[in-house]
């Protein structure tokens, strides 16, 4: 895994995963655009989400709701009352921190916890000095996080609108739409993808807290005396997708039960799956028992069919942040090793570094990278060529890439193991006379030679799928 955040800013930018937004305006803080290998990362990562979440579930529907929304829908919900965060002010050295943040902000290993159960209870910034409350830290205030707009084409006639802060209340306005034609029994799941807005106080360590971001967010809707068991099945299938078919490292997150004191205030139980970033450990997914709070606000009731009696369903809620996994399976695919390559004719041996994202193949932003061993060979160009094309009629579902720049196969190689791409197929001189090709994989290194209408039945099905 990645050591230093800064590794992982610095490829994301140089190899076109991601880059800083308004870059050439002089930038926009905290705000990131996803690149030619960034949108394919995540692209796969959502589907392979959606398709665990909602394709492969028998009781799941997808849905795609309003990001913008009135402010009766938040005054119900209680976003307007409680949605803020505790803000301080340190008055000598100026930082701001988010106080329920303050790890995040100043490093987030133990020592700063304690560092930020400090300054709430002391009122004590990490600058050093000693600070009371009321003089060089400011007080705690609240700060909404919600963005707020206006709709209409004059603005003093325009009617209030917030960008949501979560895809949950599109999600629970829409209920009764799905009881009545997607499911009438419970219990019931509703996902949805999309974009979710706050106005962080304390935006940062890259993709980790931005202002915009994507959530992949499920609600299940059950009976409350199954809530619990459902609670678990959610967390194991969590935990199963993302070490089984996202290949996050079980050693790289560890969950985090929130005892009384930190609980939402309608939160019956929370477990966040927690990963190890370069920064320490943070939350990644959310689990949560929301009791029939949710509901409850919008004055939403469920009628079982067949007349039975009335009654507000129970919220099991896995939240995933979509930025902060892609984040995360890049700080875990991330590793740098030191390749030897014998001399040979009594040369002493080599030494090289190379960088590997060793993604999961099935998310990985492109499954196979073809290349002639010759770019300016017409044979080996041609049969390059027409071995793309096929690829990509017989697996329309991956990225397949012709390599045509020049450098030796070795720097080639050693770029596409930078931008994670488990496969690459060389053509040779050989190649249009055999009819074979070199498949080199990302990991061992190993090559073999194949026939390369072999490659077209090779289990390619098992990539990005
Ligand atoms: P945090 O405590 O880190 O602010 P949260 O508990 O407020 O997170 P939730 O409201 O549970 O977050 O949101 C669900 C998920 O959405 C989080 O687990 C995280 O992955 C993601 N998320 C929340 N806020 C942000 C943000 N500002 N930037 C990127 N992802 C976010």
């Known amino acids: 895994g990645a050591k230093d955040l800064q590794e992982i800013v610095r490829l994301c930018k140089t190899r076109g995963f991601v880059f800083a937004s308004n870059d050439i305006h002089g930038g926009f803080a905290n705000s990131f ?4 290998l960034g949108v394919l990362l995540k692209r796969n990562i959502e589907q392979s989400w959606w398709r665990r979440f909602v394709t492969e579930q028998d009781a799941c529907y997808g849905l795609d709701s309003s990001v913008m929304l009135p402010p009766v829908v938040w005054e ?4 307007l009352q409680n949605f803020s965060d505790p803000l301080v002010d340190c008055r000598n050295c100026g930082k701001r921190y988010r106080a329920d943040h303050l790890c995040e902000a100043e490093g987030n290993d133990e020592t700063n916890r304690q560092a930020m159960r400090e300054v709430l209870s002391n009122g004590k910034c990490p600058c050093g000095k000693l ?18 707009t206006l709709v209409g084409p004059v603005v003093e006639d325009g009617a209030a609108a917030f960008f949501r802060p979560e895809t949950a209340q599109g999600t629970y306005l829409n209920f009764g739409n799905y009881t009545k034609t997607a ?18 106080v304390t935006p940062g360590q890259f ?25 678990d099945h959610w967390l194991a299938e ?39 970033y370069p920064f320490g450990w943070g939350e990644l997914w959310g689990f949560a028992n929301r009791g029939t709070y949710d509901l409850s606000c919008h004055g939403v009731e469920y009628r079982e069919p067949g007349g039975g009696k009335s009654f507000v369903p129970t919220v099991i809620e896995p939240a995933l942040g979509l930025n902060r996994l892609v984040l995360a399976v890049l700080c ?26 060793g993604f999961e193949p099935s998310i990985a932003p492109y499954a196979l990278a073809v290349m002639p061993l010759v770019k300016n060979n017409a044979e080996q160009r041609g049969m390059s060529e027409q071995l793309v094309r096929d690829l990509r009629a017989a697996s ?37 006379s055999t009819g074979q090709v070199t498949v080199r994989d990302r990991d061992s290194m190993a090559q073999v030679r194949i026939a390369a209408s072999d490659l077209m039945s090779m289990n390619l099905t098992g990539l990005q799928r």
């Open 33 to 36: 655009d996803f690149g030619p």
């Open 76 to 79: 119900k919900s209680g976003h």
């Open 131 to 148: 600070q009371p409350w009321g003089e060089e830290v400011s007080k705690v205030r609240d700060f909404n996080l919600m963005f707020e």
């Open 183 to 200: 499911q009438p029994r419970l219990p019931l799941g509703i996902a949805q993808v999309g974009k979710a807005f706050r106005n962080e």
């Open 207 to 231: 993709l980790f807290r931005t202002r915009e971001f994507e959530q992949m967010e499920l609600q299940w809707f059950c009976r409350d005396e199954e809530a619990e068991q459902w609670f």
């Open 238 to 276: 969590g935990l199963s997708w993302l070490h089984g078919t996202i290949g996050v490292r079980p050693e790289s997150v560890r969950l985090c039960e929130h005892d009384a004191s930190q609980l939402a205030h309608y939160a019956r139980r929370t477990t966040d799956i927690e990963f190890k």
């Open 332 to 357: 875990d695919a991330f590793r740098e090793e030191t390749v030897i390559t014998p001399g040979g004719d009594g040369a002493p041996d080599k030494e090289e570094k190379r960088t590997v994202l």
């Open 396 to 432: 329309p579902h991956l990225s397949i890439v012709l390599e045509t720049s020049s450098g030796s196969i070795g720097k080639r190689y050693r770029r596409y193991d930078e931008i994670g791409t488990p496969y690459c197929v060389t053509v040779d001189y050989d190649a249009p």
